[in-house]
């Protein structure tokens, strides 16, 4: 999904929205390639710019987060260290039922 605020519009704003579903896509694809492992962001843009064109962590964050409210993310208590040597959040795909 992608958070239009910065008012785009048109082809433009197509574009954005296009490029904001892939890149869900793309982590979701990540999560698939090691399902048994939590991982936080900073883990999961460092895959995804050594597999795709360059995106910021921040934006990696923002998939994540709209891909656990579509629940095709889980959310861990498993912590990791961050990119700043901060324990960060993991988060997992789904235990399949």
């Known amino acids: 999904m ?10 433009t704003l197509q574009i954005s929205r296009t490029k904001a579903e892939t890149q869900e896509d793309r982590v979701l694809k990540i999560y698939k390639l090691v399902p048994d492992r939590p991982m936080g962001p900073n883990i999961v843009a460092k895959m995804y710019n ?7 962590v921040t934006s990696i964050r923002r998939a994540i987060t709209d891909l656990t409210v579509q629940d095709k993310l889980v959310k861990t208590n498993v912590m990791e260290i961050g990119g700043y040597g901060k324990d960060e959040h993991t988060w997992r795909l789904p235990n399949e039922e």
Do not use: D, F, K, S
Not at 2 to 11: I, K, Q, S
């Open 50 to 56: 050594n597999h795709y064109p360059a995106a910021p």
């Open 2 to 11: 992608y958070r239009n605020t910065n008012n785009e519009t048109g082809t």
